[in-house]
């Protein structure tokens, strides 16, 4: 890829698991009355037609990975189990009131944090009532996080059969030095021995998440670890920038020097030589990052155009209104947006008195939900259109007008009523998403919020 590209597109942006992106949430016209009328808004609208969808946060680990940004609470006392899953049930019993019907659940995620950090049994409690009361719609997908180290047969076994088929493992990179630089010592073994047990239980989906720009790591090292994991052949593999936010309060991103991060051209070979070997083994791109092989159903879903993006990441098909539940948590109502409280102290007391315990969130405007879409297309499916009406908004001249250098430089290819990415553009994707991102180019942030975008 040309250096001055990468020089010239290597700037901070969001990775638009929604729009508007958190930061330009607008909290002086938010209210937890809002929301609640959104959620049952959206429940009726869509519940008898596809379902909804739980995301459900476990924030613990044992240990701290020091590239992780996400919302965790690091501690070795099991303890915290149970008190933590009859918040999260308290939690989902104020939603259940608000719905005031049967919900019929379409997908349902466990993440973290470190989900396997919680016993099988727990875990089982866990969704047994979830679902109490609830249906399953005919092809419900559930899925979860398992971390290799502490990922047992139970938890994978005791998964399986309340229906859970897909799982996804951390793997990140299987070089010492750079486990030992984001604290996540990991040996392929323990992949090995996951992946397999997995398989031989009988998921039919399983994935690998390996990042690149981590601390000291080279294309050498990016290349070892994709070949390896050709050897366990996960069903999808995400392969995805090292997001580097360390300004951002309470995540472990200080244990390295920047100095120890490999450069913005080096990160970008990392992933040109990545991305053209998981093509020479048989994966297929699926949006931004994510690479499956044909028979996973997110390749399925990118050619029926049924693939979506939320904040689960990529999923095979699209549900109007996803709750979150658990500390940190955010829910989409396709007409809002709430997120939790991040202490979980605070989170178990406003459930206990019986509050839904959203801290912020965002309604969105008309214009929102346009642009929302423009950009959903494009993480999607690479291109995008304005021919109807319901697809113009008035800033699109000025929104062509920003197209024009992506264009220049072959990122695009424009038309009169729509653009498609080209494949030299993919990696560039954020930068695309940007043009359309109304919010950002009317307020262009003073200090910095994302990560770099390549």
Not at 36 to 48: H, I, Y
Not at 303 to 309: A, G, I, Q, T, Y
Not at 317 to 324: D, P
Not at 337 to 342: C, P, T
Request: proline fraction near 4%.
């Amino acid at each position: 890829m040309c250096t001055n590209l990468i020089d010239k597109y290597n700037i901070p942006g969001p990775r638009y698991t929604s729009y508007p992106t958190v930061p330009y949430w607008d909290n002086s016209t938010f209210s937890l009355k809002d929301w609640k009328k959104q959620v049952q808004v959206s429940f009726v609208e869509s519940n008898n037609k596809e379902g909804i969808s739980l995301y459900i946060h476990l924030p613990f680990c044992e240990s701290m990975c020091t590239f992780c940004g996400c919302n965790k609470r690091i501690t070795k006392r099991h303890g915290v189990e149970t008190p933590y899953i009859k918040t999260v049930l308290k939690e989902w019993r104020l939603y259940r009131d608000l719905l005031g019907a049967k919900p019929c659940i379409k997908e349902l995620h466990l993440g973290g944090g470190t989900p396997t950090f919680f016993s099988a049994k727990n875990l089982q409690y866990l969704i047994d009532e979830i679902f109490r009361g609830t249906e399953k719609a005919e092809k419900c997908e559930l899925s979860f996080e398992g971390h290799p180290n502490n990922t047992t047969k139970e938890h994978l076994q005791v998964l399986y059969n309340i229906g859970f088929r897909r799982v996804s493992f951390g793997v990140q990179d299987y070089n010492e030095t750079v486990q030992k630089a984001i604290h996540r010592i990991q040996p392929f073994e323990n992949v090995k021995y996951v992946t397999e047990m997995a398989r031989e239980i009988g998921y039919t989906s399983i994935g690998h998440d390996i990042i690149f720009g981590l601390p000291f790591q080279t294309q050498v090292g990016v290349v070892e670890t994709i070949l390896r994991t050709k050897e366990l052949a996960p069903d999808r593999i995400a392969f995805y920038s090292y997001a580097h936010v360390p300004w951002q309060k309470g995540n472990g991103q200080r244990g390295f020097k920047e100095s120890d991060l490999p450069t913005g051209t080096e990160k970008r070979k990392q992933y040109e030589i990545g991305k053209k070997i998981l093509s020479d083994i048989g994966y297929i791109e699926i949006g931004m990052d994510h690479f499956a092989l044909e028979t996973d159903a997110l390749h399925r879903s990118m050619k029926n155009l049924k693939l979506h993006r939320n904040f689960m990441g990529y999923t095979a098909s699209k549900t109007q209104l996803m709750i979150g539940l658990g500390v940190s948590s955010i829910g989409d109502s396709w007409y809002g947006f709430a997120q939790n409280v991040k202490g979980i102290e605070e989170y178990q007391h406003l459930v206990s008195n019986g509050i839904i315990p959203v801290y912020r969130g965002h309604i969105l405007t008309a214009e929102d939900r346009i642009i929302r879409k423009h950009i959903l297309n494009l993480m999607c499916t690479f291109e995008t259109n304005w021919k109807m009406d319901e697809t113009y908004f008035a800033e699109l001249p000025e929104v062509i007008q920003n197209l024009k250098e992506l264009e220049k430089d072959k990122l695009i290819e424009l038309y009169d009523t729509k653009i498609i990415i080209t494949q030299k553009g993919k990696p560039f994707i954020r930068n695309i998403c940007m043009a359309f991102d109304l919010r950002l180019q009317r307020k262009v942030p003073e200090t910095t919020l994302f990560s770099m975008t390549i």
